[in-house]
């Protein structure tokens, strides 16, 4: 791959959760006790989530203390440093102060939000759009939360004969009391690319589910029996029409909409003159230099995904700077519930152009 100036594929890419220590307790949390055990232990904290929310108090999720019986359908998401929590006293010697035990109690989505906040000046953290305002853990913490409930909410029952089935480990198995069968928390990789051609431009894409002017990067799920590479090539190719190769591996997201781990790549075509949407999912593609995408950025001509996806951090790996959108001050509505990744061109709202999953597909836009 020839290098420029800025090579992007210096190092891997910074993502919200990136630093964060959560100490998940395997071994612990495979005890039957175990859940109710730290759900009594003083200090323990609970993340509430409401729909795919949770509450901020400032600038910090809002951790409550464990009180009470044991809410049904609470997950142990696992043990933190008590200075990472926005509640921490003052002072704390790393590594002297015991771990804190958090746990996630899902809740319906609330019609009235301001009686749910319950708390004047209390406002709501959407992952997909406020990611990169959290701290590394509030983030990785508020990312565990919705992954696991969203599983639960979707797999109350066994596939192999459609039995309901209970919950063990701590909230991190589900076992069939008809057939024996167990099922775990799934995930679904998918790869997310930003494609560039010889004179160091950026392609992105257009999705029909979009805004006209919103563009991303494109994302597509790795099928079954197929690598991440071919999956890679297969999917630029389907929707935007150019071969690419030289790809370069750049970072992974966890993007828990519903349960996809984007896996963000750059990667090479020789042959720009090539591109072209495909007419089903992308609506339009376009090469931009950066000084074309900062000026379209900064007018408004052109929407970006949202700081929290990997779609946004590979676009402004390429560019070599923050780009100030006026996108990032809009409102904007939250992905499909059905889409996967993070910001891809396939219509994600994580802005990427692949409408299948979520950043473009299923990632914030």
Same mark, same amino acid.
């Given at each position: 791959?020839?290098?420029?100036?800025?090579?992007?594929?210096?190092?891997?890419?910074?993502?919200?959760?990136?630093?964060?220590?959560?100490?998940?307790?395997?071994?612990?949390?495979?005890?039957?006790?175990?859940?109710?055990?730290?759900?009594?232990?003083?200090?323990?904290?609970?993340?509430?989530?409401?729909?795919?929310?949770?509450?901020?108090?400032?600038?910090?999720?809002?951790?409550?203390?464990?009180?009470?019986?044991?809410?049904?359908?609470?997950?142990?998401? *696992?043990? #933190?440093?008590?200075? +990472?929590?926005?509640? %921490? $006293?003052?002072?704390?010697?790393?590594? =002297?102060? &015991?771990? /804190?035990?958090?746990?996630?109690?899902?809740?319906?989505?609330?019609?009235?939000?301001?009686?749910?906040?319950?708390?004047?000046?209390?406002?709501?953290?959407?992952?997909?759009?406020?990611?990169?305002?959290?701290?590394?853990?509030?983030?990785?913490?508020?990312?565990?939360?919705?992954?696991?409930?969203?599983?639960?909410?979707?797999?109350?029952?066994?596939?192999?004969?459609?039995?309901?089935?209970?919950?063990?480990?701590?909230?991190?198995?589900?076992?069939?009391?008809?057939?024996?069968?167990?099922?775990?928390?799934?995930?679904?990789?998918?790869?997310?690319?930003?494609?560039?051609?010889?004179?160091?431009?950026?392609?992105?894409?257009?999705?029909?589910?979009?805004?006209?002017?919103?563009?991303?990067?494109?994302? *597509?799920? #790795?099928?079954?029996? +197929?690598?991440?590479? %071919? $999956?890679?090539?297969?999917?630029?190719? =389907?929707? &935007?029409? /150019?071969?690419?190769?030289?790809?370069?591996?750049?970072?992974?997201?966890?993007?828990?909409?519903?349960?996809?781990?984007?896996?963000?790549?750059?990667?090479?075509?020789?042959?720009?003159?090539?591109?072209?949407?495909?007419?089903?999912?992308?609506?339009?593609?376009?090469?931009?230099?950066?000084?074309?995408?900062?000026?379209?950025?900064?007018?408004?001509?052109?929407?970006?995904?949202?700081?929290?996806?990997?779609?946004?951090?590979?676009?402004?790996?390429?560019?070599?700077?923050?780009?100030?959108?006026?996108?990032?001050?809009?409102?904007?509505?939250?992905?499909?519930?059905?889409?996967?990744?993070?910001?891809?061109?396939?219509?994600?709202?994580?802005?990427?152009?692949?409408?299948?999953?979520?950043?473009?597909?299923?990632?914030?836009?």
């Amino acid at each position: 791959m020839h290098m420029h100036s800025r090579d992007p594929g210096e190092g891997l890419l910074v993502l919200p959760q990136d630093g964060a220590r959560i100490d998940r307790l395997d071994a612990e949390r495979k005890r039957p006790e175990w859940l109710s055990e730290i759900w009594s232990t003083p200090g323990t904290r609970v993340l509430r989530l409401f729909g795919r929310r949770a509450r901020l108090s400032g600038n910090r999720l809002d951790y409550e203390e464990a009180t009470g019986p044991l809410p049904e359908g609470a997950v142990a998401l *696992g043990a #933190v440093d008590p200075a +990472e929590l926005p509640d %921490a $006293a003052p002072s704390t010697t790393p590594g =002297e102060a &015991a771990p /804190v035990h958090v746990v996630t109690v899902a809740h319906p989505k609330p019609a009235d939000e301001q009686a749910a906040a319950g708390t004047t000046g209390t406002t709501w953290a959407d992952l997909a759009f406020a990611g990169s305002q959290l701290t590394p853990v509030d983030a990785a913490l508020l990312t565990q939360a919705l992954a696991i409930t969203t599983w639960h909410a979707r797999s109350p029952f066994c596939a192999a004969c459609g039995t309901a089935t209970a919950v063990e480990v701590s909230g991190w198995r589900r076992t069939c009391p008809n057939c024996g069968s167990q099922t775990f928390p799934r995930t679904d990789p998918a790869v997310i690319t930003a494609v560039l051609d010889s004179e160091d431009r950026i392609l992105l894409g257009s999705a029909h589910r979009w805004e006209t002017h919103r563009y991303s990067t494109f994302a *597509g799920f #790795v099928e079954a029996g +197929e690598s991440v590479e %071919a $999956a890679l090539a297969r999917e630029i190719e =389907e929707e &935007a029409g /150019v071969v690419v190769s030289e790809i370069r591996y750049m970072g992974s997201q966890s993007w828990p909409f519903p349960r996809s781990l984007m896996l963000g790549h750059f990667a090479v075509t020789h042959d720009p003159t090539m591109a072209r949407p495909d007419g089903d999912e992308i609506r339009d593609v376009r090469w931009f230099t950066r000084a074309e995408l900062t000026e379209a950025a900064e007018s408004g001509e052109v929407s970006l995904p949202t700081r929290s996806s990997i779609s946004r951090a590979l676009i402004e790996r390429w560019h070599g700077s923050m780009i100030n959108a006026v996108s990032d001050a809009r409102p904007r509505q939250a992905p499909a519930a059905n889409a996967a990744a993070n910001g891809n061109a396939n219509g994600s709202s994580n802005g990427t152009t692949n409408g299948r999953i979520g950043q473009a597909g299923q990632q914030p836009r």
